[in-house]
Every structure is written in C-alpha cells, then in structure tokens.
C-alpha cells in the first residue's frame, strides 16, 4: 500500500470517526450499538428535562431520554430503553430530580409481577410530581408571612399582650402561693402513702381484691363455658330425636294423636249442639229445665210448710211417713 496524502487522511478520519463514536458511547450520547425498544409517556409539564437524561427504575439506569416532542396540549417524552430493562405494560413513569440543584431524570416503577412488557412504542402511564419552583413559591410565601409575624411583635405588642396577664399574676400572687403550697402539701401525702389516693397508690389491698375479683370472674365464666358446652349437647340430643322432648320434636305421632283428639272432640261438640245423645238432649231439650224449675218450686212449697209446724209435728210426719 503506498503511504501517499489520500492514504494518510483516510486513515486519519477512519481513526477520528471510531474516537467520536467510542466518546459519544462513553458519555452516552448515543446508542449505536446497543440494541432496546422505546417507550413513551406523555406529561403535562417535564420541569427541566431534556434530551439524553437518565432513564431510572429504583435508581438504576436502564435507558435514556431520545427525543421529547409537543403533542395534544401535552409533553411526549421518548425513551430508549436497553434489552435488560424490565418495563411492564402497567409501569407509571414520573420525572424526578436528584436534591434541589440537580439533574432531572424519568424514573419508571416497576409494575405488576403478572403483567406483560412493555413492546416498541408503548405509551405508559405518568404520574406528575410537584413542580420545584412551585414549591420554593409557597416557601417563599411562608417565609414572608413569618416575616410579618415577626415584625407585628413590637416592644409595644408584647407589653400589652402581655401586660393583663402579669397584673392578673402580682393581684392574685398570695392567692397563687397558697394553692403552689396546697399542692405541695397534698403530694407530699400521697408520697408518705397518707389519705385515700396515698393508700391506693402504695397499699396493695385494691390489688388483691380486684384480683380476686378478677379469678372470681375467670370461674364463673369456665362454669358459664361448662354450661353452655351442656346446653349445646342437650341441644344436639333434642335435634338428633333422642330422649323425651326430642322424640316429642322429631317424632309426629304426638301431633297424629292430637290431631285426632282434637277431631273427634269436634265432631262430639257438633253432635251435642245438634242435640244428638244423652248430653245433646239435656243441653238443647228445654222439657228438663222446666221439669227442675217445678221440682224446685215444690220443694220451695214443702219447706214453708215445715217452717210453720213445730219440731215434734215435723218428727211425727217424717216416723209416719217412715211407718
């Protein structure tokens, strides 16, 4: 091969060519030999974004901003993912920044286990994250009112604001230390173990009670426990037709036999007030009720009549009637 100039050159912008692409590839200008897919997501404000920032899932880089574009009153933001990336369907992009003076990056979740990933040009979910300069508005803001705040508490202010309140403190000084004293006194009693609050602090009587209390209740509810567990069994004996009551709930021949009972009590009922039989006659036929009232008046007769004769007479008609 001849070293001529033509020769020279070509080498030298081959040579340049490869260091342009192995520093754009260094610095991750551009991806020319790394293959991937990209993604897209569109938001209302992309805050300081621009081309070529990090792609991050739970802070580790798996792509970079490739273009952002103005569509639909809204940001398209086009990312260029690599093959590892795991991006799903369902994964929400948000852009974020690193502290308050540092780049902004698209940061991507990782989505559902089951979902499937995420194909070339596939439009994901956004979620917007407060804008930095609205909040260092609001601080702002809050700054200023605390400032204001500040200068409203004069010398002047802070006498009167406070100026009732230590004449309310030296009007009733004696009154303040008698009851500073009162309390005093009365915690140095509940300290000794001294009057009724003293003596539930540092006398264990109330402990033992409630305790016993307490075991008594734990008895009461085993018994409680114990009978119940009883009432259940009588229960299942009942629904399973054993002894009296359940052979009464589950057998019908008691409610066969008092259904008959209860017919043939009807059809005698109907044939008495029919007037059939001996008690149907005496109930319906009015020649008893008459026979009864004359036999009554005739004994009303007879005892008049004994009424008026004398106790020998009355024993003379009762031997001549014997005789």
Do not use: C
Not at 95 to 103: A, Y
Not at 225 to 253: F, H, N, P, Y
């Amino acid at each position: 091969m001849r070293n001529t100039l033509e020769t020279r050159l070509g080498m030298f912008f081959a040579l340049a060519f490869i260091t342009a692409v192995i520093i754009f590839e260094m610095i991750g200008g551009i991806d020319f030999f790394k293959g991937g897919r990209r993604v897209r997501a569109q938001f209302n404000s992309i805050q300081e974004l621009k081309k070529g920032d990090l792609v991050k899932m739970a802070g580790v880089q798996i792509g970079r901003v490739d273009a952002i574009n103005l569509t639909s009153n809204r940001v398209e933001v086009v990312m260029k993912l690599t093959k590892e990336a795991q991006v799903k369907t369902d994964s929400k992009a948000a852009i974020k920044f690193v502290g308050l003076m540092g780049q902004n990056y698209v940061s991507i979740d990782f989505g559902s286990p089951n979902a499937p990933l995420a194909a070339e040009n596939t439009l994901l979910t956004t979620t917007e994250q407060v804008d930095l300069s609205a909040i260092m508005v609001k601080l702002d803001n809050v700054a200023t009112g605390v400032e204001n705040l500040t200068k409203s508490f004069s010398g002047d202010s802070i006498n009167n604001l406070l100026g009732p309140f230590t004449d309310f403190l030296k009007e009733n000084n004696p009154r303040l230390s008698g009851i500073l004293s009162n309390m005093n006194h009365i915690s140095a009693q509940i300290a000794r173990g001294e009057g009724t609050v003293g003596r539930l602090i540092y006398e264990d009587r109330l402990y033992r009670s409630a305790l016993a209390t307490v075991t008594n209740l734990s008895a009461t509810a085993d018994e409680i426990k114990v009978t119940v567990s009883q009432a259940r069994g009588i229960v299942e004996q009942i629904s399973a037709g054993q002894g009296t009551v359940g052979k009464l709930v589950k057998d019908d021949t008691l409610y066969r036999e008092t259904a008959t009972a209860m017919t043939n009590a009807k059809e005698i009922l109907q044939k008495i007030n029919q007037g059939q039989g001996s008690i149907g006659k005496l109930v319906n036929d009015e020649t008893l009720f008459r026979n009864v009232k004359m036999t009554l008046q005739k004994v009303e007769k007879a005892t008049e009549g004994l009424e008026d004769q004398g106790p020998l007479s009355v024993l003379g008609t009762a031997v001549g009637s014997l005789f």
